[in-house]
């Protein structure tokens, strides 16, 4: 069992964290992609807008027409800081599977400063998702020495859609059509989510 891991705030899943959740999971030919939204994101500042329960319900809503791809409240239940190396131990007890942690090449420029990460590389091997210009041998320059031959690399055409984009637009009135799916928009709407964020 093959099984690829998405973290992220999600707040609110988009069309960017579904392309890469599909792209990765067709490339690498895994079983399986759970996405799991973060409860608090060590290396971010700002505390999600939505609440767990809604990040978690739009991710729901995102992913079931796709049954290669999962949710998982893991971190939201375990509580305070989400930190990687945390999940792959407990995601490690439950599932006997091979893991692969996904992530852009802007995660990379981090990645140093992640809790953890020689035990890390004893769990999963990375999914770096590759943007041009960004080539395979620039990404390698940003991966730890642990993970250097734990890499698997996928290309994909950039997206640029991002969570922060779609907070403001919405609470500028303006549309977001295509940058979440119809399902989410009709979540983030009844919920009134991000109008005076
Ligand atoms: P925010 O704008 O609030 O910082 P975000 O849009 O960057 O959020 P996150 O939930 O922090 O989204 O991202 C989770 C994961 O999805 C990260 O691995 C990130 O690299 C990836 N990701 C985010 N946006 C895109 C995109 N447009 N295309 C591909 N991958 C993306």
Redesign the pocket.
């Known amino acids: 069992m093959k099984i690829g891991i998405?973290?992220?705030?999600?707040?609110p899943p988009?069309t960017?964290?579904l392309?890469?959740a599909l792209t990765v999971q067709a490339a690498l030919d895994l079983d399986e992609v759970l996405l799991l939204p973060a409860n608090q994101n060590p290396l971010?500042q700002r505390c999600s807008s939505a609440s767990s329960e809604h990040r978690l319900a739009m991710v729901q809503t995102m992913i079931s027409k796709h049954e290669s791809l999962s949710l998982s409240d893991m971190e939201i239940t375990r509580g305070g800081m989400s930190y990687t190396v945390d999940t792959l131990g407990e995601l490690s007890m439950i599932r006997q599977a091979e893991f692969w942690f996904?992530?852009?090449t802007?995660?990379l420029a981090t990645i140093g400063e992640w809790k953890g990460v020689p035990r890390l590389a004893k769990m999963c091997r990375l999914a770096i998702?590759l943007r041009p210009p960004i080539t395979q041998e620039n990404a390698l320059t940003m991966v730890p020495e642990v993970f250097q031959d734990k890499c698997d690399f996928v290309q994909?055409d950039?997206?640029?859609?991002?969570?922060?984009e779609i907070r403001d637009r919405i609470a500028r009135r303006k549309p977001v059509t295509d940058l979440v799916t119809p399902e989410v928009l009709r979540y983030i709407q009844e919920k009134r989510l991000y109008t005076d964020s």
Do not use: A, Q, R, Y
Request: hydrophobic content about 35%; charged content about 20%; proline content about 4%.
């Open positions: 998405l973290g992220g705030t999600f707040d988009h960017g964290h392309k890469i971010k996904i992530m852009g802007d995660g998702v994909m950039p997206m640029e859609v991002s969570s922060t």
